[in-house]
C-alpha cells in the first residue's frame, strides 16, 4: 500500500508545479501584463483547498499529532516551526487573495500580490524540502508499517469527508494552469 509520507511527497511535486504558475502570474502582474484573473482565482482556489485544506490538514490533523505522541521533543521542534510555517503560509494566501480582490477593482496592488506570492512560494519551497528530507524521514523511522497504513487510511477518509472529490478536479484545474502559465 506505500507510506503515508510518500503520498505527501506526491503531494509535494504536484505543490510545487503550482509555484511556476503563480511565479508567472507574478511575472506577468509585476510587469503590466495582462493577466485572466479568473486564472488567478482557480490558482488561488487550489492553493487553499489542495495545498492547506487538504495537504496541510492531513500534516496537522494526523502525521503531526502521531509523531509528537511518538517523541514528544519533536512538538516543540520540527513540529512547531511546520505548524508557524503553515500559518505563514495562509497569510500569505489571505494577503493575495486580498490583493487580487483590489486589482479587480482597479486598485493598483499588483505589486503586493506579487511580492506576497514570490513570499509564499520561496517559504513554501523550503517547508517542502524540510519535510521531504528530514521531517518525513523521521516519521518513516517511527511509524512502522501498520501505523503508516493506518495514516493512509485516514488521509483517503479525510479527502472524502473535506474535499468530497474535489482533489481530482483541483489537479486537473492546476493542469490547465501549467498548460497556461507555466515553464
Known sequence: MGK????????HEIISESFNVLNTICEKLSSNAKVDYSDVD?????????????????????LFPLMGKADE????????????????????IKTMKNALESIKFG????????????????????HILKENNV??????????EEVQTEMLEAFESFERTELQGQHEKLEKELETLIEKYGK
Open 4 to 11: 503515508a509520507t510518500d503520498q505527501l511527497k506526491e503531494e
Open 42 to 62: 482557480k490558482l488561488l482556489n487550489f492553493i487553499s483547498i489542495y495545498v492547506d485544506k487538504c495537504h496541510h490538514g492531513k500534516e496537522e490533523k494526523y
Open 73 to 92: 521533543s519533536l512538538k516543540s521542534g520540527p513540529i512547531n516551526a511546520m505548524l508557524d510555517e503553515h500559518n505563514a503560509a495562509r497569510e500569505y
Open 107 to 126: 486598485k493598483k496592488e499588483e505589486k503586493t500580490f506579487s511580492d506576497t506570492g514570490y513570499y509564499y512560494t520561496h517559504l513554501m519551497g523550503q
Open 135 to 144: 521531517l518525513f524521514n523521521i516519521a518513516d523511522q517511527l511509524f512502522d
